[in-house]
């Protein structure tokens, strides 16, 4: 997604783009993610501020393209307990909070947003400005606006294998392509060609992640729905009650295992993608493993009060996260006309428009 998003944002500059993608189609964290794009918890500053500029940007590019599926939908975070309402409210006095639309909702106002939330809770976190998209069709989507254009060539199973000179690469077919500026969007791939141009030291690690995908759900889910877990994993919620919330009420024994939240979002078909997980040592292992799908479906049966629906999907994926906390991607220039554009995280869709903007901004496109 984040290579496409410069693609786009090159093509509507006036520039001709060739896109080499190394897979018939896009098979990684592009398309095994949540589809939300996800304000709420960033941390503040440069983070919330790409989030905020890249949900204008993919507001005003799903206006132009149905298939993307954006949908404003908000999401609602659950509370049970004094100590998680004290990290809500922390969340909501924050100098920030109304830019990313946080309120603090009572069962009943939730309930009204979401009746699908039928399980016991105290209060509720709304964040309006959350939103999401499609993940499985959102860049096939953007890739048939793109080929509308006389200047965009899409060359899929290529991978660049060389740097041959100053804005020049050749692939595996042994074929040579020149530009002014070419732009590496990797991904997970930190290997190879990436670790030749930037060095060992590169500032990104792989994390591996554990999601699925439920049947039909047969209602609306009308918002995005997380758990508190969430608190402890997304940096905007660091605050003396997080620390009183970990003390007093640690996560879990399987969350606390595989470093998990709750994250909820229906698709199209109306089926529930649920996740996840996160795994940071390597070697990652080959297979999933089924105590935090139990975990999950129990927390989400909670909340909806009610049996979850047979799951139809489960999958693991690897996505590139940089390790430098003050930076959204890493950015910089390897070769002369050649940079490299990698590590977002879990912010890849979210961020992925406005990532490619500043790029593009950047190299004076």
Request: proline share 6%.
């Amino acid at each position: 997604m984040v290579g496409t998003m410069h693609a786009w944002q090159a093509v509507e500059r006036g520039h001709e783009v060739v896109q080499i993608e190394r897979e018939a189609e896009a098979r990684g964290a592009s398309l095994r993610n949540f589809g939300q794009i996800w304000v709420s918890g960033r941390a503040g500053g440069e983070e919330l501020e790409t989030a905020l500029r890249a949900r204008e940007l993919w507001e005003g590019i799903g206006e132009r393209i149905p298939g993307l599926g954006f949908r404003a939908n908000g999401s609602l975070t659950p509370l049970r307990g004094a100590c998680e309402l004290a990290v809500a409210e922390a969340a909501v006095a924050r100098a920030d909070s109304a830019a990313r639309g946080h309120k603090l909702l009572t069962p009943g106002e939730a309930r009204a947003l979401n009746p699908a939330l039928r399980g016991a809770f105290d209060a509720a976190l709304y964040c309006e400005r959350d939103a999401a998209v499609e993940p499985r069709t959102a860049q096939l989507a953007l890739r048939a606006e793109l080929s509308k254009s006389p200047n965009y060539t899409f060359l899929p199973g290529r991978e660049v294998r060389e740097v041959v000179g100053p804005g020049a690469v050749r692939d595996d077919h042994g074929d040579v392509h020149t530009a002014d500026a070419v732009v590496l969007c990797t991904g997970a791939w930190l290997s190879g060609l990436v670790r030749e141009l930037a060095g060992p030291e590169l500032p990104v690690r792989r994390v591996r992640l554990q999601m699925m995908q439920t049947e039909p759900l047969g209602e609306p889910l009308t918002t995005s729905v997380a758990d508190a877990d969430s608190f402890r994993y997304y940096p905007a919620y660091a605050s003396p009650a997080l620390d009183e919330l970990n003390a007093r009420r640690p996560q879990a024994p399987t969350a606390a295992e595989h470093r998990m939240q709750l994250l909820m979002v229906q698709r199209a078909d109306g089926g529930l993608t649920i996740g996840d997980t996160h795994e940071y040592e390597h070697p990652f292992a080959f297979d999933t493993l089924e105590d935090p799908y139990d975990h999950l479906a129990e927390v989400v049966e909670s909340l909806l009060g009610r049996p979850l629906p047979r799951v139809r999907r489960r999958w693991a994926g690897v996505y590139a996260q940089c390790t430098d906390p003050g930076r959204v991607v890493h950015r910089r220039r390897v070769r002369d006309g050649v940079w490299l554009v990698t590590g977002p995280g879990g912010r890849g869709m979210t961020c992925s428009p406005a990532i490619a903007e500043t790029t593009a901004n950047e190299l004076g496109w």
